[in-house]
């Protein structure tokens, strides 16, 4: 990490430390927008993370811009900082204007698809994506749709869509984004080559790995914070072996889902192509499991109330394994790749990640 | 609550080259070496082969020149160590040495020590077992009883080694054990150098479950080691022993044991229309794989630059030995293959094997318990 990005890192580490509290939290669940935090987030820049310099970004590498999304995953921030990243970078890949203020993806299922046709009135966009991070709140929609070998982005402002709000266990918007449009040439532009709907998926997966990662470090700490603390039977339960013994295990899921957002981030700059996005996502999303069951163990019944802010945490956690490809649909691409390559071809594969 | 991060593990561009090489001398040396033996892992004893690594100068290769090392780095040290064991490579002859004895010798051995066992250790001559548990001290290993006095000439030693592994095919010994009063149970122990042929030694195997002989109990009776031998100061032992545990625990060995099984269930997979579900098991298998050797190329990085990963070394270890026992654990669960230690089908005889070892992965090297009580004070829990 350079200096830059050092700096963006700390800066944001300390905006979401100070501003994301138990409160607004809370505030979020009931759909109360945060807007002087989405404002102090633009501020920073923070939207254009993913977007280079050139084409109006902060140009942050995409290792440092997925820092930027754990250190957010470990303060629960109930934006869509990922998301926005997200579109903005598809939108400059595109060639298109960037998007001013909070933005989102779709599709963002692996089995979501929107269809686009050419007519003689401009361009034809419909579909339906389901879960949808925000699809309510977001100003401007970059909606990725293939015609063929090519990849489009089509860039949609709230007023085009229709929206069945739906959530996740958070209370974070999924919601299901309708489009039955017509688009005029200023709003879609064709991707690169080689790219896809499904690069918009691996990134996603890759960003909400980083976030996944954040989480899990802050309930550990949280959670031996607590065992620390609580005094039973004469002493504090982490003395006793048998919570000791628990929060090892959930150290170990932790150093393996912060490895795994490592290699997700890492992976970001090969979209699709990378195979360690989806071995990431995957394993963290296993790790999240694991840890939120022994963080609500460990805490007892004060951490199975609304009042007490664990469950910011774990809710998130047990959303985000979810969401941008399941660990059943990571397991079995890695496993295809793995059966592909053989029997003599399976350590070369690994080697090389 | 220690700093547990990985560090993003050292990148080495150039390592393509050697890994190619190593790649090549396996295709060729074990190109008739059955996949039933190839499981043996790092247990598979062959003091041919491990001459013929010492030859390429892949054994001691961190080491200074000097002492017959190549001075290469821990990273490129790692891309040799994960082939052989990716491969089923039978490495169990020089492992020990070059794992552990060697670098602690290079660290506090005498200039004697180091020069006149440290040449024979990298040329794949020279083989070590490791002198830490008895019969009375296994996870509590401050509490070994056997006992090394001083005598005129040297030391007197007395007492029971246990589990020692390939002691009746090693030179010698790096024995732990108390030189000091039985209530300082740290800085009263040492460690020595023993060549076990001298007199008084007594090497007895014992039969392991499925009736293979690999590790041994070790009596001394009597036995007079020279002043030469002590390692390091006396009543150093303690500390001593910890930083071996630190090499001991760290390595490719500790998520690859069951590798060859992999392979194997890759092979049933593939040649046929595989389910949804084997191939998903596979793909989870090989992706904790993945996520465990980039921790591990990190603690091997930490390593290289002189900082303690003991705790994350731990963490890989126990994470490791988790997926080691696992492997056969799906195998099971997913093919209809039945384990047979004698089969002449390959993914049976090799199940088989996997069945009847998992169980030590998670013993050996520190138990899983012990490990996690490591991991535990390391968050600040005792
Ligand atoms: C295949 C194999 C090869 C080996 N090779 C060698 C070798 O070459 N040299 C050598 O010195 N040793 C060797 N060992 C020995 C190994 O290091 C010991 O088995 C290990 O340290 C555990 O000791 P133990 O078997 O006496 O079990 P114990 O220490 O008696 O443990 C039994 C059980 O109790 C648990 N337990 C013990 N203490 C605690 C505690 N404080 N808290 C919680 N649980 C606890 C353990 O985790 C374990 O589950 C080998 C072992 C095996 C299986």
């Given at each position: 990490m350079n200096e830059t990005s050092q700096i963006v890192k700390d800066t944001a580490s300390r905006l979401f430390a100070d501003r994301i509290s138990p409160k607004l939290l809370l505030e979020a669940e009931a759909g109360i927008w945060p807007a002087e935090e989405w404002a102090l987030i633009e501020e920073m820049g923070l939207p254009f993370a993913m977007v280079g310099e050139d084409d109006g970004g902060v140009g942050l590498d995409d290792v440092d811009a997925a820092t930027l999304v754990r250190v957010a995953g470990a303060e629960a921030v109930p934006l869509p900082l990922a998301e926005t990243m997200l579109a903005n970078r598809f939108l400059a890949a595109a060639g298109l204007a960037l998007a001013s203020?909070?933005?989102?993806?779709?599709?963002?299922?692996?089995?979501?698809?929107?269809?686009?046709?050419?007519?003689?009135?401009?361009?034809?966009?419909?579909?339906?994506?389901?879960?949808?991070?925000?699809?309510?709140?977001?100003?401007?929609?970059?909606?990725?749709?293939?015609?063929?070998?090519?990849?489009?982005?089509?860039?949609?402002?709230?007023?085009?869509?229709?929206?069945?709000?739906?959530?996740?266990?958070?209370?974070?918007?999924?919601?299901?984004?309708?489009?039955?449009?017509?688009?005029?040439?200023?709003?879609?532009?064709?991707?690169?080559?080689?790219?896809?709907?499904?690069?918009?998926?691996?990134?996603?997966?890759?960003?909400?790995?980083?976030?996944?990662?954040?989480?899990?470090?802050?309930?550990?700490?949280?959670?031996?914070?607590?065992?620390?603390?609580?005094?039973?039977f004469g002493r504090a339960i982490g003395k006793f072996q048998a919570v000791q013994q628990s929060l090892a295990v959930m150290a170990g899921h932790a150093a393996a889902a912060s490895g795994a957002a490592d290699l997700a981030a890492e992976g970001l700059s090969q979209r699709a192509g990378s195979m360690a996005i989806g071995i990431g996502k995957a394993r963290a999303g296993e790790a999240a499991g694991v840890v939120s069951t022994i963080a609500h163990q460990v805490h007892g019944a004060i951490g199975f109330t609304h009042e007490h802010s664990l469950h910011f945490l774990t809710k998130r956690l047990w959303s985000w394994r979810s969401e941008f490809g399941n660990e059943s649909h990571w397991n079995r691409q890695f496993g295809e790749q793995m059966a592909k390559a053989g029997a003599d071809g399976v350590w070369p594969l690994i080697a090389a990640l | 609550m220690q700093d547990f991060s990985f560090p993003a593990p050292p990148t080495a561009p150039d390592t393509a080259e050697l890994r190619a090489e190593v790649r090549d001398f396996l295709a060729t040396e074990l190109a008739d070496y059955p996949a039933a033996k190839r499981i043996r892992s790092w247990s598979g004893f062959d003091a041919d082969f491990s001459r013929k690594l010492g030859q390429r100068g892949w054994i001691g290769m961190t080491w200074p020149k000097e002492y017959g090392g190549h001075e290469r780095s821990a990273i490129e040290r790692y891309v040799v160590l994960e082939e052989l064991l990716a491969a089923g490579a039978p490495v169990a002859a020089h492992w020990i040495a070059d794992r552990q004895s060697g670098p602690l010798l290079l660290k506090v051995g005498t200039e004697e020590q180091k020069r006149s066992i440290l040449p024979r250790i990298a040329a794949g001559e020279y083989f070590f077992c490791i002198g830490m548990s008895e019969p009375d001290s296994g996870s509590d290993l401050a509490a070994v009883r056997t006992r090394a006095v001083p005598v005129e000439g040297g030391w007197?030693?007395?007492?029971?080694?246990?589990?020692?592994?390939?002691?009746?095919?090693?030179?010698?010994?790096?024995?732990?054990?108390?030189?000091?009063?039985?209530?300082?149970?740290?800085?009263?122990?040492?460690?020595?150098?023993?060549?076990?042929?001298?007199?008084?030694?007594?090497?007895?195997?014992?039969?392991?479950?499925?009736?293979?002989?690999?590790?041994?109990?070790?009596?001394?009776?009597?036995?007079?080691?020279?002043?030469?031998?002590?390692?390091?100061?006396?009543?150093?032992?303690?500390?001593?022993?910890?930083?071996?545990?630190?090499?001991?625990?760290?390595?490719?060995?500790?998520?690859?044991?069951?590798?060859?099984?992999?392979?194997?269930?890759?092979?049933?997979?593939?040649?046929?229309?595989?389910?949804?579900?084997?191939?998903?098991?596979?793909?989870?298998?090989?992706?904790?794989?993945?996520?465990?050797?980039?921790?591990?190329?990190?603690?091997?990085?930490?390593?290289?630059?002189?900082?303690?990963?003991?705790?994350?070394?731990?963490?890989?270890?126990?994470?490791?030995?988790?997926?080691?026992?696992?492997?056969?654990?799906?195998?099971?669960?997913?093919?209809?293959?039945?384990?047979?230690?004698?089969?002449?089908?390959?993914?049976?005889?090799?199940?088989?094997?996997?069945?009847?070892?998992?169980?030590?992965?998670?013993?050996?090297?520190?138990?899983?318990?012990?490990?996690?009580?490591?991991?535990?004070?390391?968050?600040?829990?005792?």
């Open positions: 203020g909070p933005a989102t993806v779709a599709p963002v299922c692996p089995e979501d698809r929107f269809s686009l046709e050419r007519g003689s009135d401009g361009w034809r966009l419909s579909g339906t994506a389901h879960r949808i991070p925000w699809g309510r709140t977001a100003q401007t929609i970059v909606v990725l749709a293939e015609m063929g070998p090519q990849c489009f982005v089509v860039r949609l402002g709230n007023e085009q869509i229709r929206v069945e709000p739906a959530q996740n266990l958070a209370i974070e918007p999924r919601d299901s984004v309708i489009v039955e449009a017509v688009l005029p040439d200023e709003a879609v532009a064709p991707l690169p080559i080689g790219w896809g709907v499904d690069d918009l998926i691996a990134m996603g997966a890759a960003l909400r790995t980083a976030a996944i990662a954040g989480a899990i470090g802050r309930v550990l700490e949280m959670t031996v914070g607590y065992a620390n603390d609580r005094v039973q | 007197q030693v007395n007492g029971t080694k246990l589990w020692t592994t390939y002691a009746h095919h090693a030179h010698a010994m790096i024995l732990y054990c108390r030189t000091g009063s039985a209530d300082d149970r740290h800085g009263g122990t040492s460690q020595f150098l023993v060549d076990l042929t001298l007199p008084g030694i007594t090497i007895r195997p014992i039969a392991d479950l499925s009736g293979a002989r690999h590790f041994n109990e070790v009596v001394f009776e009597d036995v007079i080691l020279p002043h030469s031998a002590l390692i390091g100061p006396e009543g150093n032992g303690w500390a001593q022993v910890m930083s071996e545990l630190a090499y001991e625990r760290s390595g490719p060995e500790r998520f690859l044991s069951t590798f060859v099984l992999l392979v194997e269930l890759v092979r049933a997979i593939s040649g046929q229309s595989s389910s949804d579900r084997e191939v998903e098991a596979l793909g989870r298998l090989g992706g904790h794989l993945v996520v465990l050797r980039r921790l591990s190329r990190s603690v091997a990085g930490m390593l290289q630059n002189g900082s303690n990963p003991a705790l994350q070394a731990a963490v890989v270890k126990d994470l490791g030995a988790i997926v080691e026992q696992e492997i056969p654990e799906i195998v099971q669960q997913l093919l209809a293959t039945e384990p047979d230690l004698r089969s002449s089908d390959s993914l049976s005889a090799v199940l088989g094997y996997a069945i009847l070892n998992a169980p030590a992965f998670s013993l050996r090297g520190g138990t899983r318990e012990i490990l996690r009580g490591i991991i535990a004070r390391g968050l600040g829990l005792r």
